[in-house]
T-cell receptor
Framework: DQQVKQNSPSLSVQEGRISILNCDYTNSMFDYFLWYKKYPAEGPTFLIS?????DKNEDGRFTVFLNKSAKHLSLHIVPSQPGDSAVYFCAAGKEGAQKLVFGQGTRLTINP | GAGVSQSPRYKVAKRGQDVALRCDPISGHVSLFWYQQALGQGPEFLTY????????KSGLPSDRFFAERPEGSVSTLKIQRTQQEDSAVYLCASSATRYQETQYFGPGTRLLVL
């Protein structure tokens, strides 16, 4: 039972354009969400998070949107840069449960 | 220390061998987590410590897996009688408090069981 899904295994975007990565979840008890970025042979690096009481959170070039009714979140990267090429994971958690549930990841490639 | 560190980075084990994987969390972090990441998949939760107490071990796949954090800092994940299906990257993460949602990950230990 995959509670967090990233349906696009890969995404290719031109440098300077917007990258949009999507994530769906099934468990309505999740109340916070995070995006991590992972380079090969490294651990996931925290990017940005959002609480279920918000619908948007921005940090520089990164914005996360949360649509609770659709159980959907997305990560927008504007403008995309070559260093953004990596695998992106969305993760969800429940207050008090501590553990995170991850999606399968989306490999983002930024083309010059 | 800067971030979470793990050792060894790579481990090759023969089937049936016992292995021990070490995690040094960020100094002062209360919570420590172990995750298993299979090839092409996202990390999957194994176990969670708050200080030295193991509060959740629901993700450990079998009784061959054992984790400890005796002094509330360094943690060790031990796998007894390794099997080929144990081959994966084992990730350790820590967070500052029991209420801190953001987990910070180490580089992982890649385990290959032959």
């Amino acid at each position: 039972d995959q509670q967090v899904k990233q349906n696009s295994p890969s995404l290719s975007v031109q440098e300077g354009r917007i990258s949009i990565l999507n994530c769906d979840y099934t468990n309505s008890m999740f109340d916070y969400f995070l995006w991590y970025k992972k380079y090969p042979a490294e651990g996931p690096t925290f990017l940005i998070s959002i609480s279920s009481i918000k619908d948007k959170n921005e940090d520089g070039r990164f914005t996360v949107f949360l649509n609770k009714s659709a159980k959907h979140l997305s990560l927008h990267i504007v403008p995309s840069q070559p260093g953004d090429s990596a695998v992106y994971f969305c993760a969800a958690g429940k207050e008090g449960a501590q553990k995170l549930v991850f999606g399968q990841g989306t490999r983002l490639t930024i083309n010059p | 220390g800067a971030g979470v560190s793990q050792s060894p980075r790579y481990k090759v084990a023969k089937r049936g061998q016992d292995v021990a994987l070490r995690c040094d969390p960020i100094s002062g972090h209360v919570s420590l987590f172990w995750y298993q990441q299979a090839l092409g998949q996202g990390p999957e939760f194994l176990t969670y410590f708050q200080n030295e107490a193991q509060l959740d071990k629901s993700g450990l796949p079998s009784d061959r897996f054992f984790a400890e954090r005796p002094e509330g800092s360094v943690s060790t994940l031990k796998i007894q009688r390794t099997q080929q299906e144990d081959s994966a990257v084992y990730l350790c993460a820590s967070s500052a408090t029991r209420y801190q949602e953001t987990q910070y990950f180490g580089p992982g230990t890649r385990l290959l069981v032959l």
